[in-house]
């Protein structure tokens, strides 16, 4: 039998109660504080209540399925629960009458029930169910109707991008150009689906192109398939165990040093067979263009006209409006000037039609003997193709908001199981594409769905226009990919780098070198060493005239856990002149949610910000970083982030909670914990050495992920607010310089509570 349902507006008003069933509803009311002796008797049928006298009472035999009834006078409440016989036939319906407290009572037990499970669930050591739980939500946002059209556009409009995208693509790595195709539409779906971005799009990317190309020439084109297959695995079982933050340890100078470097290998690589010349293999770029130049009498004029046509049009229809899908309308346009003005220009050719593209099948295993050169491979492929969707991933979830928390282990899961799909169709590596992403933000989609319609898109255009698509001339191509390059030789992650640390250039450098001058490989790891290096050489640079010489030695970052704040000493605070600031240790006051009268302290650093502490529930810790923060100190960082999990989780473990109850015993208790856990996170910055950007990000990331706030950062010299303005554009941590106790009578500018 279904339930029946009552609700009213407030203790003295009407009752509408609704019976889908044939049972006989009895309304009770009462007065509050009163207590019930006997049970009430209706019809012959006993009928249970609780915590109340019965006053007043009304009852009647649903003949409709909705009656409306009038509480007798103010002072007087509906009970919270009366159970009623079904006529005596069948089993028994209760009926749940609350009023307006009750109901806010029960509204703040189910809003912080929800922040604990949150909690539980992040503290989960493994995600063995792929985070599918959790993404059942997002996947049913997705056919709302209000918002169905929006994204299905920009699905389709991402997918007009991403056709030509793939094929300059796969021709850029040395595969066929079905292959592209195929890979787009088939990790499109499961990077789409099971990502830990909303917006993100998932395909071939140009960035890993050439990686791509270099495991081509050395193992072959059978051996693709395996490295796909390795790849994807190893990312997948990072996401499950939550082992993100390795792949985290290439600096992002390094990383935008690999982007520079691609792209200028792009660029220069696509130069001669933009004019119609075929160039001997293994060239570097300034080979390269000697090789145009000694050979320019061979230039074929149709194919620079089309490669350069195109690239115009794909720099110029942008300007016109940004929803425009430049790369399809230009290699379109190419393709029609080929065919109308007869140009002598060599075309992508014969493909698969039909579903015969998709060759489904497990991928080869390789001979033993090669297996140590593969997993050098693997391994290479494995942490750039991680690196290049975490930071494609961040960048986005700077651009647009959404109600999903952009998850960097859930990232992992999905990029994983998109290359192993990939793999079982003889696919190649695929990453975060934040050039396709971008665009989905910029075309206001708002779910998953677009990235699915774009990965259905590019299925439709291998199943349907195969013959349409063998007809593109590989110039416009090549112009596609010119104008590829072209948009990576200034990565905008080398910017935030550059802001935080003048010397970040060095490593971006090396990097770029070692990849014209020794190979990919040879490249990222002299870029490695030199920030290793100049990391390590940073710790003799102090960079604010209050930090001591107690942490200027440290390597590598430190945090201590206390109770007590760095303040400046209020006996030396005349002596401004001295090169390090004299600072003393002051106890934060224990309060708890007892006390009825708190003890109070109010502190102010030298902008006038004020910062009170006393009148929350209870005294949170406070954690004093000491030493540099950069990418060395990512477990650091973990460790930290996993001590203020275990806070969360003991202040759960304290409380067991009945959450099918709403007694204002179990409210308050329930409350009580989620407020334990949003208590402010308090970093002292006075300890700090040096900053580099990836090390700073990571740590603004992972505390604005723990969802408590506010997130304080107090002593923080000029060093460390100039990162955070990089790092954290959207101010969701509150930033303090040197604190001071406030004096009674005295006034500052602003007040930051």
């Excluded at 080869?364 to 050169?373: D, E, N, Q």
């Amino acid at each position: 039998m279904a339930p029946i349902n009552a609700t009213t507006t407030s203790p003295a008003s009407t009752v509408t109660a609704t019976n889908n069933g044939r049972a006989t509803i009895n309304l009770v009311y009462s007065r509050a504080r009163s207590t019930l002796s006997k049970p009430f008797i209706h019809h012959n049928k006993i009928v249970s209540a609780s915590s109340s006298t019965l006053l007043s009472s009304s009852s009647w035999s649903s003949s409709s399925n909705s009656v409306k009834d009038s509480i007798p006078s103010v002072g007087f409440r509906l009970m919270s629960t009366a159970s009623i016989d079904d006529d005596g036939k069948g089993p028994k319906a209760k009926l749940i009458i609350k009023t307006q407290e009750e109901e806010a009572a029960a509204a703040a037990l189910t809003k912080s029930t929800t922040k604990i499970e949150k909690v539980k669930k992040n503290t989960k050591p493994y995600i063995l169910d792929f985070g599918i739980p959790s993404l059942i939500p997002e996947w049913k946002k997705m056919f709302k109707p209000d918002i169905l059209l929006t994204d299905i556009s920009a699905g389709l409009t991402v997918g007009c991008i991403a056709v030509p995208l793939s094929l300059a693509i796969a021709v850029a790595s040395g595969v066929p150009a079905e292959v592209g195709l195929v890979t787009a539409a088939v990790s499109g779906v499961a990077g789409g689906l099971l990502g830990g971005t909303t917006l993100a799009v998932t395909g071939p990317a140009a960035a890993i192109s050439l990686l791509i190309v270099g495991a081509v020439n050395e193992h072959g084109l059978e051996a693709l398939p395996f490295i796909t297959l390795a790849c994807g695995g190893l990312q997948l079982a990072s996401g499950v165990t939550r082992l993100g933050v390795v792949t985290k340890l290439v600096p992002v100078s390094v990383i935008a040093g690999f982007t520079t470097g691609v792209g200028t290998l792009i660029l220069t690589g696509q130069l001669p067979k933009a004019f119609g010349m075929s160039a001997p293999t293994g060239m570097n770029p300034i080979e390269l263009i000697g090789f145009i130049g000694e050979n320019a009498a061979t230039i074929n004029p149709s194919a620079a006209a089309l490669a350069v046509g195109t690239s115009a049009a794909m720099f110029a229809l942008p300007k016109l409006h940004k929803k425009i899908p430049s790369a399809l309308l230009a290699v379109g346009g190419a393709t029609l000037a080929t065919h109308a003005f007869g140009l002598d220009v060599a075309l992508i050719g014969s493909i698969p039609s039909g579903l015969e593209a998709f060759q489904f099948g497990m991928p080869t295993m390789p001979s033993l003997g090669s297996l140590p050169s593969l997993s050098a491979t693997v391994l290479l492929i494995y942490a750039m193709t991680s690196v290049e969707s975490l930071l494609s991933c961040t960048a986005l979830d700077k651009m647009k908001k959404t109600s999903y928390k952009h998850n960097p282990d859930q990232e992992l899961v999905g990029q994983g199981l998109a290359n192993m799909g990939s793999a079982m169709f003889m696919g190649m590596p695929v990453t975060s594409v934040i050039a396709r992403s971008s665009l989905n933000v910029r075309l206001n989609a708002t779910t998953r769905l677009p990235a699915i319609v774009q990965a259905g898109f590019v299925f439709s255009s291998v199943v349907f226009f195969s013959d349409s698509i063998a007809m593109i001339p590989m110039p416009a191509l090549s112009g596609v990919l010119i104008t590829t390059g072209m948009g990576m030789l200034t990565p905008a992650e080398f910017k935030h780098c550059y802001a935080v640390q003048k010397s970040d250039v060095v490593p971006f450098i090396t990097t770029i070198g070692g990849m014209i001058t020794l190979g990919l490989a040879e490249g990222i790891a002299v870029g490695c060493v030199t920030a290793v290096l100049l990391n390590a050489s940073n710790k003799f640079m102090k960079t604010s005239k209050s930090t001591d010489s107690a942490t200027s030695g440290l390597m590598k970052m430190q945090y201590v856990e206390t109770n007590a704040v760095q303040i400046i000493d209020p006996a030396t605070t005349d002596k401004a002149h001295d090169s390090i600031t004299p600072m003393t240790m002051m106890e934060l006051p224990a309060t708890t949610a007892t006390d009825a009268d708190p003890t109070v302290i109010t502190f102010h650093d030298d902008k006038g910000q004020e910062l009170v502490w006393g009148s929350t529930s209870t005294t949170p810790s406070v954690y004093q970083i000491n030493g540099p923060i950069n990418f060395i100190s990512m477990f650091e960082i973990d460790s930290m982030m996993q001590r203020i999990q275990e806070e969360q989780e003991e202040a759960i473990a304290a409380t067991t909670v009945d959450s099918s109850s709403a007694t204002p015993a179990a409210v308050e208790e329930t409350v009580g914990v989620a407020d334990s856990i949003s208590n402010p996170i308090i970093l002292d910055m006075h300890g700090v050495t040096s900053l580099e950007f990836t090390g700073m990000e990571e740590l603004v990331n992972r505390l604005v992920e723990t969802e408590r706030h506010p997130i304080q950062m107090i002593n923080c010299n000029e060093a460390v607010i100039s990162a955070l303005q990089e790092c954290d554009p959207n101010q969701q941590i509150t930033r303090f310089s040197t604190l001071q106790q406030k004096l009674a009578g005295t006034t500052t500018a602003t007040t930051t509570q």
